[in-house]
């Protein structure tokens, strides 16, 4: 071995393009419309052009301090076919060499006609979703996919020595679930020992490649897991045991333990052989002395600055601990705590943006810039008091800044009692709501959103630009909402909604329509695949200038006699989809939105609207990944979303959504909500929810979805019917609603009005027999 590790670098960086390329350029092969060939050489270019805006921000090209952290999909995927990690449905998909190709990682990616693709799901506490690789027993690993050399070789003839990335073994096998051919209770980490070997031959094909370091990441080591942690521990000693051996063939090893901080194993892979470990000293404090003690020679690589936000780093704080780690250990690094993949890229591309709030960000190009001027203080403190001066100037103008802190907005906060989270007797409520909407049994409802016709979203792009007049726009809006309140008076819908035609985004547009937010043009973050989303950033206390939907709800209202759900994001999910300010704890902000929001309530109340829907679909997406700090999560995220909405009358019926079905291990934060309806996904998992909320006394009205609406598939009358009958087998019939699974935002009209017909029939044949 080798050359020593770089004093600086990140451990990945944002792959979609700058003016999301890549997104464009896969759509477009998927399409069709491009062959494969393009598709690669727009693939190369954007990788080359990234190591080259590393290198100009100061990231040294010969010493590794560039990962090749690109993926056309998704990183777990790329690691998946790297080692043939796939399950007996896709085995057709190798090509007759035993490899596994550009189509077949699509189709593992996107599924086909005959099967569903790979199962998606969140990755750690980010709005980033990634493929779940399928493991039987008999899943046979191979090196079945080689991009990871030809980035190696491609980065060469350009003229950079990047690190090659991959998920390392132990959060690749804990990432995965058992393949549907698995008897039950199979673990895919048993299969760990035949993993390693293909580890071990890719490391010493890397290492004839000339490749001096590589990434493996392993942060599932900073989640609490199903399986104790002694046995997670085990399986990192054995691991890194194996992969550590032999040290001459094989590439020095950078273990990252990104999200979080590793606790009591840290020890544990600080003790093996590898030859540099990355630990998240942003978010966790510097570990104890013992622990460092452990790291020998090992480097240790500070990830110090924050990837998954985005404000400028506060350099004094983190030159402190990096000077604290120097005391510690005899070889140090600086990085990121996360890839920056979660950032966008450049806060030079929104000089839209005020100036001032703009000299607070850092996204990842100034990111990697902090990076590199934090890492010229080892050895030499000293060195960078400039710029560490500088910051504390950004950080007094950020906290001095009006808009930041508000009298108002603050003293309306301080005088908050336990009365405000809490809307009283649910019996109460109930009876008066029964009273005011004379619904019939399984009331029949949707999520919100309507398909976003192509009409609808030319509209709205054409009032941006200036093309249509806000009274032109408003019409074509109105004519809209018609269209959807005249479709569901003639499918027989019970509740309306008035089809959020005029959203852009459930989040944007609450920023857009807040104080002490703004937002971006190109601020793009991958969500998952070719998706992305542009997050709002929440810089400064939360009011609400004037009503938001009351005029949109109010005019649907006026169309129907049936009740309109008027429909609102809720507080938590307002802060999960946006940048949100580090300055104040998250519970404080949360009630802000929450006040805001509250102040919408009242005024649909006032408008004459009987049911208003707050959304909380990512609810559980922000739950810590240790279980020890989740009841603190639960409390102040509970709380912020009963103070949106217990101003509202009894006789006023709130209803609340959550996107997901593994719902179990919260229920009782979901419960806590207070909601008088809550409606949440369950077609995809055929009602298995029911179980649980059959298990818990779920007291109040649910809805458990009963048409996936992520398919273009359309529910036959006969399939809801039998949801419905499994649903009214375990929750009394009085507290079932019927509805989709989520919103209609993404579907085209003829699959939706068919599966809304299917949907409303088979509620009335299931109500007859009641
Ligand atoms: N009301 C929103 C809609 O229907 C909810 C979306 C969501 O849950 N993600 O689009
Ligand atoms: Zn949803």
């Known amino acids: 071995m080798s050359t020593a590790f770089p004093k600086a670098t990140i451990i990945g960086y944002p792959r979609i393009g700058r003016r999301r390329e890549l997104k464009k350029a896969v759509e477009a092969y998927w399409a069709g419309r491009t062959s494969a060939a393009e598709l690669e050489t727009t693939a190369a270019e954007l990788r080359v052009a990234s190591y080259a805006r590393l290198t100009e921000l100061g990231l040294e090209t010969g010493n590794y301090s560039i990962p090749a952290s690109f993926s056309l999909y998704d990183q777990v995927l790329d690691t998946?076919?790297?080692?043939?990690?796939?399950?007996?449905?896709?085995?057709?998909?190798?090509?007759?060499?035993?490899?596994?190709?550009?189509?077949?990682?699509?189709?593992?990616?996107?599924?086909?006609?005959?099967?569903?693709?790979?199962?998606?799901?969140?990755?750690?506490?980010?709005?980033?979703?990634?493929l779940v690789p399928e493991i039987g027993p008999d899943t046979v690993f191979s090196l079945a996919n080689d991009w990871i050399l030809r980035d190696v070789a491609e980065a060469a003839a350009a003229g950079y020595s990047v690190r090659p990335t991959l998920i390392g073994p132990v959060t690749f096998l804990l990432l995965s679930k058992a393949a549907d051919e698995a008897p039950a209770g199979f673990n895919p980490l048993s299969r760990l020992d035949d993993l390693l070997p293909l580890y071990v031959e890719l490391l010493g094909k890397l290492a004839d490649a000339g490749v001096e370091w590589v990434q493996l990441e392993e942060p599932s080591l900073v989640a609490d897991q199903a399986i104790p942690e002694r046995e997670v521990a085990a399986a990192v000693e054995r691991a890194y045991a194996a992969l550590a051996t032999n040290a001459a063939k094989r590439p020095a090893i950078l273990v990252t333990s990104q999200y979080g901080s590793l606790g009591s194993l840290l020890p544990v892979i600080a003790g093996t052989d590898i030859d540099a470990l990355h630990i998240d000293v942003f978010k966790g404090a510097v570990p104890a002395g013992e622990d460092l003690a452990k790291f020998g020679s090992t480097t240790l690589v500070a990830g110090l600055v924050d990837g998954h936000n985005i404000w400028k780093a506060d350099l004094g704080a983190a030159a402190y601990k990096l000077a604290e780690l120097e005391a510690s250990v005899p070889a140090l690094a600086v990085s990121t705590s996360t890839s920056l993949q979660h950032v966008p890229h450049d806060v030079g591309d929104e000089q839209q943006l005020d100036a001032q709030l703009r000299s607070w960000l850092a996204f990842a190009d100034q990111k990697v810039t902090e990076v590199v001027t934090l890492a010229r203080a080892i050895g030499s403190p000293g060195a960078i008091d400039a710029e560490i001066a500088a910051t504390d100037e950004v950080l007094a103008s950020r906290a001095g800044a009006a808009g930041?802190?508000?009298?108002?907005?603050?003293?309306?906060?301080?005088?908050?009692?336990?009365?405000?989270?809490?809307?009283?007797?649910?019996?109460?409520?109930?009876?008066?709501?029964?009273?005011?909407?004379?619904?019939?049994?399984?009331?029949?409802?949707?999520?919100?959103?309507?398909?976003?016709?192509?009409?609808?979203?030319s509209a709205r792009a054409r009032a941006n630009k200036g093309d249509l007049t806000a009274e032109q726009y408003e019409q074509l809006m109105k004519d809209e909402i018609n269209r959807v309140i005249d479709l569901q008076e003639e499918l027989g819908f019970d509740v309306l909604v008035h089809g959020e035609p005029e959203r852009n985004d459930m989040v944007q547009y609450f920023a857009e329509n807040l104080d002490g937010f703004d937002v971006t043009v190109h601020g793009?973050?991958?969500?998952?695949?070719?998706?992305?989303?542009?997050?709002?950033?929440?810089?400064?206390?939360?009011?609400?200038?004037?009503?938001?939907?009351?005029?949109?709800?109010?005019?649907?209202?006026?169309?129907?006699?049936?009740?309109?759900?008027?429909?609102?994001?809720?507080?938590?999910?307002?802060?999960?989809?946006?940048?949100?300010?580090?300055?104040?704890?998250?519970?404080?902000?949360?009630?802000?939105?929450?006040?805001?929001?509250?102040?919408?309530?009242?005024?649909?109340?006032?408008?004459?609207?009987?049911?208003?829907?707050?959304?909380?679909?990512?609810?559980?997406?922000?739950?810590?990944?240790?279980?020890?700090?989740?009841?603190?999560?639960?409390?102040?995220?509970?709380?912020?979303?009963?103070?949106?909405?217990?101003?509202?009358?009894?006789?006023?019926?709130?209803?609340?959504?959550?996107?997901?079905?593994?719902?179990?291990?919260?229920?009782?934060?979901?419960?806590?909500?207070?909601?008088?309806?809550?409606?949440?996904?369950?077609?995809?998992?055929?009602?298995?929810?029911?179980?649980?909320?059959?298990?818990?006394?779920?007291?109040?009205?649910?809805?458990?979805?009963?048409?996936?609406?992520?398919?273009?598939?359309?529910?036959?009358?006969?399939?809801?019917?039998?949801l419905l009958e499994k649903a009214v087998q375990h929750v009394p019939a009085r507290q079932l609603w019927v509805n989709p699974d989520c919103g209609l935002k993404t579907r085209g009209y003829t699959e939706t009005e068919e599966s809304l017909r299917n949907l409303v029939n088979a509620t009335v044949a299931v109500r007859s027999q009641l």
């Open 80 to 130: 998946a076919v790297t080692f043939g990690a796939v399950s007996n449905r896709f085995k057709d998909l190798y090509d007759a060499d035993g490899s596994l190709g550009l189509d077949a990682y699509f189709t593992l990616a996107r599924g086909d006609k005959e099967r569903q693709p790979l199962e998606m799901t969140k990755w750690f506490d980010t709005n980033y979703h990634y």
């Open 404 to 457: 930041v802190n508000r009298a108002e907005v603050r003293n309306r906060a301080a005088a908050l009692t336990p009365s405000d989270f809490s809307r009283g007797d649910y019996a109460v409520r109930l009876a008066a709501q029964e009273d005011a909407l004379n619904l019939p049994a399984l009331p029949t409802t949707t999520i919100g959103s309507f398909p976003q016709t192509p009409e609808v979203r």
């Open 524 to 722: 793009w973050v991958q969500s998952y695949g070719s998706r992305c989303t542009r997050p709002s950033i929440l810089w400064g206390d939360v009011s609400r200038p004037a009503p938001i939907t009351v005029p949109w709800t109010e005019y649907a209202q006026s169309l129907t006699d049936k009740p309109v759900k008027g429909m609102l994001t809720g507080p938590v999910t307002i802060l999960a989809w946006s940048f949100v300010r580090d300055d104040q704890p998250l519970g404080d902000t949360a009630n802000q939105v929450a006040l805001a929001l509250r102040d919408e309530v009242t005024d649909l109340e006032a408008a004459g609207i009987k049911v208003i829907q707050v959304d909380e679909p990512a609810l559980r997406e922000l739950l810590p990944l240790r279980t020890e700090d989740q009841s603190g999560y639960l409390e102040w995220s509970v709380n912020s979303f009963k103070l949106s909405t217990a101003s509202a009358a009894p006789a006023t019926q709130i209803h609340t959504h959550l996107c997901y079905s593994e719902f179990g291990a919260i229920i009782d934060a979901i419960d806590g909500l207070d909601a008088d309806v809550t409606s949440i996904e369950a077609a995809r998992s055929r009602m298995e929810v029911v179980h649980d909320l059959e298990a818990h006394g779920f007291q109040r009205g649910v809805g458990p979805g009963v048409y996936d609406i992520h398919s273009p598939r359309v529910p036959g009358q006969e399939e809801v019917a039998e």
